[in-house]
């Protein structure tokens, strides 16, 4: 959308709030949970053919799976907003060479997952269910992906997932949800009815679903991966992750942008997993 697009719906929200803040907010946070793509186009399905495809089932919901299977270490793949398992054609030919037995996933609403709408609470339950079901040792995700792994690592303790990988990861939820309060301009009634809707559901308030603060109950090894130039989340919540997660390795890129998909970058993933 643009951004004129974009600030008409906020404007028209702010309006609505003036007549009920809870309605405008629930509204508000439904345009932030659903996705606007993320489901296959032909050229994406092309590659996810050559997988494997299974359907998990969790709490009514259907987890899409696709599977290369190998003999190596198992690593699950946990792709980030508004993506699918497509992602990570970049690297996928360089794991199935060294042999890994790959597992991806579609986050809810994404690909071929079920839900009408995407949270990362969720979406670490499907992560936690995947990799007790294959028994992963390696998770990797990319973006909202990674935040979805590192809740699932503390809310779970998977004993089998002995490394890490965060590629983009947030710091914090708190930073996201502040980011699109802010490119919608919403004003102070649905800024803090979307607060309360949170604390709402989830039981507890925006500022306890912190990467960065979760990170430092992770006993797997971890590598970090941010670019310096990203426009989506900042280096610095790259950097605030590292100083929390004690176990974990921080590489620094410039110029490769939140998608990270550069090739020379494969080499020292696969050199982590290795290690």
Not at 160 to 169: E, F
């Amino acid at each position: 959308m643009s951004s004129f697009v974009i600030k008409s719906i906020g404007g028209a929200l702010n309006a609505t709030s003036l007549i009920s803040s809870k309605y405008a907010s629930k509204k508000a946070l439904n345009l932030f949970a659903s996705p606007r793509k993320g489901r296959y186009n032909d050229d994406q399905k092309r590659l996810i053919e050559s997988a494997f495809f299974e359907e998990v089932s969790y709490n009514n919901l259907n987890i899409a799976t696709y599977r290369w299977v190998g003999k190596g270490k198992t690593v699950l793949l946990a792709h980030g907003w508004e993506s699918n398992t497509a992602r990570w054609d970049y690297i996928l030919k360089d794991l199935i060479t060294e042999d890994y037995n790959i597992i991806a996933l579609d986050a809810p609403a994404h690909g071929r997952s079920g839900s009408k709408q995407f949270n990362a609470i969720l979406y670490s339950e499907f992560i936690s269910v995947i990799a007790k079901k294959f028994n992963a040792d390696v998770l990797v995700g990319h973006s909202v992906g990674g935040m979805a792994s590192v809740f699932c690592m503390h809310n779970h303790q998977l004993p089998s997932i002995k490394k890490l990988v965060l590629l983009g990861a947030p710091a914090h939820f708190t930073g996201v949800f502040d980011r699109y309060k802010s490119m919608m301009g919403f004003n102070n009634r649905i800024s803090n009815g979307l607060d309360s809707i949170v604390l709402e559901r989830f039981k507890q308030p925006v500022a306890y679903f912190s990467v960065a603060n979760f990170a430092a109950s992770i006993e797997a090894k971890g590598l970090i991966i941010h670019d310096k130039k990203d426009r989506i989340i900042p280096y610095e919540d790259g950097q605030l992750i590292a100083s929390r997660y004690q176990n974990a390795e921080l590489i620094s890129t410039t110029g490769f942008g939140h998608g990270l998909k550069d090739a020379s970058l494969t080499p020292q993933i696969i050199g982590f997993i290795n290690a």
